[in-house]
């Protein structure tokens, strides 16, 4: 079957740095999406892993590994906006995005 | 990034009435378009996906005579719920896709939150 794994929450205070990790399991694999989703919106895309390797974009990387089917989000300088969910999501040999329940991260002061 | 919009962003229905959401993706044709639904601290829901000019895909346990989805062209598909029941209350997210760019991102709509009374 197709699944995913993250934790269901976390907590980081303003101004340090958080890493949410992945594992997924899926039929086929054709990149994976992470997209950050704050309460009562629709998701918004944050980055896009198809190769092994970390991407940085700004306060932001994403690290995959395809061979253990692992990735991670990192997120530097936290800011109180950042609180939101954060939802990693493989794309299936389908192209159709696989989605968990996501992690709750929650930015104090 | 590309646009996608929806169309209403809420609304609140009579039981046994029937709601249309529209989704349209602005500045780009979308080949591929997902409907998602959401209830409240839950993943989201993939109910079926649309390709423009064909019946749309409909996931395991999701009706397709109560949600009837048309993709006429490639910038609009639209979600009917039909005789909608306060257990159709939900988040309905639309995303877009073009299959023919490098990485078939999905870009979203801002969601319609619908209530039924």
């Known amino acids: 079957g197709q699944n995913i794994d993250q934790p269901t929450e976390m907590t980081a205070t303003e101004g340090a740095i958080v890493q949410i990790n992945c594992t997924y399991q899926?039929?086929?694999?054709?990149?994976l999406f992470w997209y950050q989703q704050h309460a009562g919106e629709a998701p918004t895309f944050l980055s896009y892993?198809?190769l092994d390797g970390l991407e940085e974009k700004g306060r932001f990387s994403s690290f995959l590994s395809r061979s253990k089917g692992y990735s991670y989000l990192l997120l530097k300088e936290l800011q109180m906006k950042d609180s939101a969910s954060y939802l990693c999501?493989?794309?299936?040999?389908?192209?159709?995005?696989?989605w968990g329940a996501g992690t709750k991260l929650i930015i104090k002061p | 990034g590309a646009v996608v919009s929806q169309h209403p962003s809420w609304v609140i229905c009579k039981s046994g009435t029937s709601v249309k959401i529209e989704c349209r993706s602005l500045?780009?044709?979308?080949?591929?378009m997902f409907w998602y639904r959401q209830f409240p601290k839950q993943s989201l829901m993939l109910m079926a996906t649309?390709?423009?000019?064909?019946?749309?895909?409909?996931e395991q346990g999701v009706e397709k005579d109560k949600f009837l989805i048309n993709h006429a062209s490639l910038t609009l598909s639209t979600l009917t719920v039909t005789s909608a029941h306060p257990e159709d209350s939900s988040f309905y997210i639309c995303?877009?896709?073009?299959?023919?760019?490098?990485?078939?991102?999905?870009?979203f709509g801002p969601g319609t939150r619908l209530t039924v009374l």
């Open positions: 999501a493989p794309m299936d040999s389908n192209y159709q995005l696989i």
């Open positions: 649309s390709n423009e000019g064909s019946k749309a895909t409909y």
């Open positions: 500045d780009f044709q979308a080949t591929t």
């Open positions: 892993n198809v």
């Open positions: 899926t039929s086929g694999f054709n990149g």
């Open positions: 995303s877009a896709s073009n299959l023919a760019e490098d990485y078939n991102e999905q870009f």
